[in-house]
């Protein structure tokens, strides 16, 4: 939204600049604004022309705001008059952008707190995992978002496993799923609360559902993929609370 914003600005300040300096642009001008001259005449023309573009390509951005349902037809709306800008409407058109970008809500950005402590030899790899998650969580993209939950249990869980019995279940038995952690984890009489263990069942489940092909494939709601990102975060607390 704020590079929208910023290309439309930077279109009605070159607008602005060449009415103030009389000059006119008209359609055979504009295949020639990109031929280089010195002339100030065709820099200020130049100016419009890279701004228009700028407002085109960037207008493709207002997309992933058009899924909240009061910004669905003024979203619509400003991508249309942004690819319908040309010569013969430019400042006008300009103008409405301009006066329906303020209408278009823009998301709070919801980002899941890091945990305050991650052995150092995973940290670097899970923080980016959630940094990652964020991003995914809030373009609502939400099987995505199970899938790194799931990712970052697995990690999680194995560094738990090899602290605790000096074994790297990576190489001893690579492609070992989530469930079978937990049961590796068990039989070395690693346990965890039972509320723990229902939010890492739920999270594996929910991201198995995710990523395996079926005949209706599961969709993370956004409640869904929220909860699933709080008990993530949850449970890296309590698996490293006292390492």
Do not use: W
């Not at 992933?64 to 991508?79: D, H, I, M």
């Not at 697995?154 to 279940?169: I, N, S």
């Amino acid at each position: 939204m704020q590079e929208f914003k910023k290309s439309v600005l930077e279109l009605k300040s070159a607008i602005s600049s060449i009415k103030s300096k009389g000059i006119s642009l008209n359609e055979s001008e504009q295949g020639k604004v990109y031929d280089f001259n010195k002339s100030k005449e065709d820099y200020y023309k130049k100016a419009v022309f890279v701004a228009l573009e700028k407002v085109r390509k960037n207008s493709g951005k207002l997309l992933s705001l058009a899924s909240e349902p009061e910004n669905t037809n003024l979203v619509e709306k400003a991508v249309l008059l942004a690819r319908q800008i040309d010569v013969s409407n430019m400042e006008s058109t300009v103008d409405e952008l301009i006066s329906i970008l303020p209408e278009i809500k823009v998301p709070k950005v919801d980002k899941i707190k890091k945990p305050g402590y991650l052995p150092e030899e995973i940290r670097e790899d899970i923080n980016a995992d959630i940094e990652e998650m964020n991003k995914t969580f809030n373009a609502g993209c939400y099987r995505s978002t199970a899938i790194l939950c799931g990712r970052i249990l697995e990690v999680a869980l194995h560094m738990k496993y090899y602290k605790a019995t000096g074994v790297d279940l990576l190489e001893k038995s690579p492609g070992i799923g989530l469930g079978k952690i937990v049961a590796k984890l068990s039989e070395k009489n690693i346990t965890f609360d039972p509320g723990l263990m229902q939010q890492i069942h739920l999270i594996n489940n929910v991201r198995i559902s995710s990523v395996h092909i079926k005949q209706e494939p599961f969709k993370p709601t956004k409640a869904q993929a929220q909860a699933m990102m709080l008990y993530t975060m949850d449970i890296l607390e309590k698996v490293f609370r006292n390492s």
